[in-house]
C-alpha cells in the first residue's frame, strides 16, 4: 500500500462480502488519480469494469452489481497510475 498523508492507496473494504448480488466497494487515494476499478475472474479475465475516471484525494465507494455473472471467486482490481491493488470477492447464488 502507497500512503501520503493521511490517505492509503488500498481497497478499504467490500461489503457485504460473500455476496448476492451486489457488493460496495470502498476504496481510498493518497492524492488525485485516474481510476480504474474492475472485477476480475478466477482466470484472470476481466468481467467488468466497475468505475473508470478522475478521482480526488480521500475515500470513494462504488456498488458492483454482479447479478449477470456466475457464483464463484472474484478478484475486484485498483489501478491508479501505477500503484495496483486487488482484493478476493466471493459471489454466492
Do not use: C
Not at 53 to 68: F, P
Amino acid at each position: 500500500n502507497y500512503q501520503s498523508g493521511p490517505h492509503r492507496f488500498e481497497i478499504s473494504t467490500l461489503y457485504p462480502n460473500p455476496f448476492n448480488p451486489s457488493t460496495e466497494v470502498s476504496f481510498s487515494l493518497p492524492m488525485d488519480n485516474h481510476v480504474r476499478l474492475s472485477a476480475y475472474d478466477v482466470r484472470g479475465h476481466e468481467v467488468d469494469v466497475i468505475f473508470e475516471g478522475a478521482q480526488s484525494i480521500g475515500s470513494h465507494s462504488y456498488t458492483w452489481n454482479a447479478s449477470s455473472l456466475p457464483s464463484g471467486v472474484y478478484y475486484i482490481h485498483l489501478q491508479a497510475g501505477d500503484m495496483v491493488t486487488s482484493q478476493k470477492a466471493l459471489l454466492v447464488k
